[in-house]
């Protein structure tokens, strides 16, 4: 057997720890591409790190993932945009052709519907007057009354029907509130003593935007104040910003009086009219006059223009 000299074993085993081998080159990678993929690849990011560490250590290359960098928030499985996976907090999701935004829009990937604000403009969410949804947003100041105007000394701003609901209260414990339907007002038309007669109209009122002598002012009048000649001032007033007004008197011409006794000036009154003032819409409601609480009637009606 030969014997080998002390600097030629040094010298074999110098070569066998500077070479290498597979197994360790495999390692080596392995380690360098599964430290990349920590690093940059967390899960919650939407990184693709474990894919991109195997095809590192496949490739015998430097680690990189198949679609890009593995930082956090890019996927190489996305076709466009980040996608942060982060619940709540308002990111953006990753829809495959844009980056979703707040109200339903998509950049770069189409509008998905539009956006839906309950507060502003469009169609009101609902034409029911006893509904909160049915007027809400920024009212009108003053100023901008006056310049609705625009010189004209008054305007139609809305047509609309009072409706009214009821409700029982035995012993004074109120039940819910039934559906609201169109009011027919029983005018008093004639009292005699002991006679009395009555004229139905339905409670349809015009809101009135009218120029007062330079004070923009709200008038919710009968549909029938142009055919009696009343003027603006006679109907239910209201300011800006509106105030309660305590005993509203709903006035309205009786265009067909069935007697020459009977009254064409007709007059009905209910309690604590309030208006509460929205972006293009307003909405009355009001008590019955003289009945007590708790009410077992309520009366409101919406205007949108």
């Excluded at 920024?138 to 009214?164: F, H």
Aim: hydrophobic share 30%; with cysteine.
């Amino acid at each position: 057997m030969t014997r080998l000299r002390p600097e030629m074993l040094l010298l074999s085993l110098a070569c066998a720890c500077g070479g290498g081998s597979d197994d360790g080159s495999a390692s080596g990678f392995g380690t360098t591409a599964t430290a990349s993929a920590t690093a940059g690849g967390d899960s919650t990011g939407g990184g693709s790190g474990p894919g991109s560490a195997t095809q590192a250590g496949d490739d015998g290359g430097e680690p990189q993932t198949s679609g890009g960098d593995a930082s956090s928030g890019a996927d190489a499985s996305s076709s466009g945009g980040d996608a942060d996976a982060t619940s709540g907090q308002g990111g953006s999701e990753d829809t495959g052709g844009g980056e979703t935004l707040t109200g339903g829009e998509t950049e770069g990937g189409g509008d998905t519907g539009g956006s839906s604000d309950e507060s502003t403009g469009g169609e009101p969410l609902s034409d029911d007057p006893f509904d909160p949804a049915a007027c809400n947003g920024v009212a009108w100041t003053g100023d901008e009354a006056l310049a609705q105007l625009a010189g004209l000394p008054r305007e139609v701003l809305a047509t609309a029907t009072i409706q009214v609901r009821t409700r029982t209260c035995p012993g004074g414990a109120c039940g819910d509130w039934g559906p609201g339907e169109d009011w027919v007002i029983s005018y008093l038309t004639w009292s005699g003593g002991v006679t009395t007669a009555y004229t139905d109209l339905m409670a349809t009122m015009n809101l009135v935007l009218f120029d007062d002598d330079g004070t923009p002012r709200l008038s919710m009048q009968h549909e029938t104040f142009p055919i009696g000649g009343y003027p603006d001032d006679d109907g239910v007033l209201y300011g800006f910003p509106p105030e309660t007004v305590s005993y509203p008197h709903l006035r309205a011409f009786n265009q067909f009086p069935e007697s020459e006794y009977y009254y064409e000036d007709l007059d009905y009154q209910v309690a604590a009219g309030e208006l509460l003032l929205g972006e293009g819409c307003a909405v009355f409601t009001a008590n019955p006059f003289g009945t007590g609480q708790p009410y077992t009637a309520q009366y409101a009606a919406v205007f949108h223009w």
